[in-house]
């Protein structure tokens, strides 16, 4: 996570927490397990000044963080994980911000090797909430989706997928919208790599790319989605290919933008627009970067970060100064 912040030059450092505990126990004994662990933070998530803040990722939803919160005694002071005000065309706004970024990087990767957007094909692993509204925005983008993988299984039309279409089904369906859709062929979610698309977005697991499957991919851009979903020692052997691998924390960081634009009172409007134009900038500059020195876009992308973080280290700045400093790199007025 605070990779992520400090790529994008944001005056935050970031964490994982977890809690241990079945995904599917009762309701009520989820809540009181979600309010336990806010009262655990109380003394940093109730600060004024915002020294900790809790988000959504695996398994936790924005319904979710609003009960450790409460458990806190504290307000969240992050609206667009559940308040209806950060509702964009019908769904929360998890279902674009991500994914918007995704679509960015994508076409940013895509203009450095001038291979335009329009028409390009894409293979998506996985279509929750991130790979849902990566393909919405790929798609309004006129790429052409051919492939989608889920746990559930696997999708392949060379014509392209209906996504629209696809998005509606999920709404009624969830992951088995791919066995209801009726069109193309079913795939294992491992043949998704070694499919001949311009762009694959693994997105759904972590080292879903490593040294032993990596010499199989056919892709020209790899564009990760989720956390952790290439292993450096693939993306040393994708390198030598030729194959372009964005960071993963560049492509996934539209979230992490718009946590900034909501606590400075933006809309989802200039998140969206903040997140399109960030993440196409930092990927066109790292791969930039990266092509005149040599070295992968990702080892690039980490010692920009390292660089930062000791700067902040010997200049730590107050939450007043930090909110005036994301307001100037988020160009926000």
């Not at 809690?19 to 009262?39: N, Q, S």
């Not at 392949?156 to 193309?184: A, F, S, T």
Request: include cysteine.
């Amino acid at each position: 996570m605070t990779y992520k912040w400090m790529i994008f030059d944001l005056p935050s450092g970031g964490a994982k927490a977890g809690i241990f505990g079945d995904p599917a126990m009762p309701a009520e004994h989820k809540r009181a397990v979600l309010r336990a662990f806010g009262r655990s933070l109380r003394p940093y998530l109730s600060n004024k000044d915002f020294l900790l803040g809790v988000g959504p990722d695996m398994g936790i939803a924005g319904a979710d963080v609003d009960e450790i919160y409460a458990g806190a005694g504290a307000p969240n002071p992050v609206a667009w994980e559940s308040s209806p005000r950060w509702i964009i065309d019908g769904d929360q706004a998890g279902y674009h911000l991500t994914g918007r970024g995704v679509a960015a990087a994508a076409r940013a990767a895509l203009d450095s090797i001038d291979r335009p957007i329009a028409g390009a094909t894409f293979a998506l692993e996985g279509f929750g909430q991130v790979g849902a509204g990566a393909a919405r925005y790929l798609d309004r983008d006129g790429a052409r989706v051919v492939a989608v993988t889920t746990i559930a299984g696997g999708l392949h039309d060379p014509q392209g997928i209906d996504i629209p279409r696809l998005l509606e089904l999920r709404r009624q369906h969830g992951d088995g919208c791919l066995r209801v859709y009726g069109r193309g062929e079913a795939i294992a979610p491992d043949q998704l790599w070694s499919l001949p698309v311009d762009v694959i977005v693994p997105g759904a697991r972590p080292r879903a790319i490593d040294a032993y499957n990596a010499g199989g991919v056919r892709a020209r851009i790899v564009c990760p989605a989720g956390n952790l979903s290439v292993t450096d020692d693939a993306e040393d052997h994708l390198q030598r290919r030729g194959v372009v691998c964005v960071p993963d924390f560049v492509v996934n960081g539209g979230a992490i933008i718009a946590t900034w634009i909501d606590i400075l009172g933006g809309t989802p409007a200039q998140a969206l627009a903040a997140i399109a134009r960030m993440v196409a900038e930092v990927t066109s500059s790292i791969l930039a970067e990266a092509r005149a020195s040599g070295r992968t876009p990702g080892a690039t992308a980490r010692a920009r970060v390292r660089d930062r973080i000791f700067a902040t280290r010997r200049h730590p700045i107050s939450y007043a100064d930090a909110q005036a400093r994301a307001k100037q790199v988020l160009h926000f007025h």
